[in-house]
């Protein structure tokens, strides 16, 4: 069973830049796609990036394309997440999550504990 653990959160404001790590550990070696989903107070989840494992294909959310990167590092089993020019709307907890069925992240199956993201002057 993967194990996720995400780190990097904090305040920041409007216009800054916050880089999000994703470090995995326990069985590493099965999962397909890993992404970034975030959940702002009284608003429901919302998928922001993937990364597929086996070709590094990435995707976005509208909301965030231009702004965030989605990147790994094979070596440390570490997904980042480079989020610039935030925004307030931005602020939510963000997750991050593997999925072993598909490389789209469209079947979510074990998660960090989340890291709070707050935009705000």
């Known amino acids: 069973q993967v194990h996720l653990v995400e780190s990097g959160g904090g305040l920041v404001q409007p216009g800054g830049s916050l880089r999000l790590s994703c470090a995995a550990s326990g069985v590493t070696s099965n999962y397909k796609a890993i992404g970034w989903i975030r959940q702002a107070p009284g608003k429901e989840r919302e998928g922001v990036s993937c990364i597929s494992i086996s070709d590094g294909r990435t995707s976005y959310a509208d909301s965030v394309k231009g702004r965030f990167t989605i990147s790994r590092d094979h070596a440390k089993n570490t997904v980042y997440l480079q989020m610039n020019n935030l925004k307030p709307e931005d602020t939510a907890v963000y997750s991050c999550?593997?999925?072993?069925?598909?490389?789209?992240?469209?079947?979510?199956?074990?998660w960090g504990q989340g890291t709070q993201v707050t935009v705000s002057s």
């Open positions: 999550a593997t999925d072993h069925t598909t490389s789209f992240c469209l079947v979510y199956d074990s």
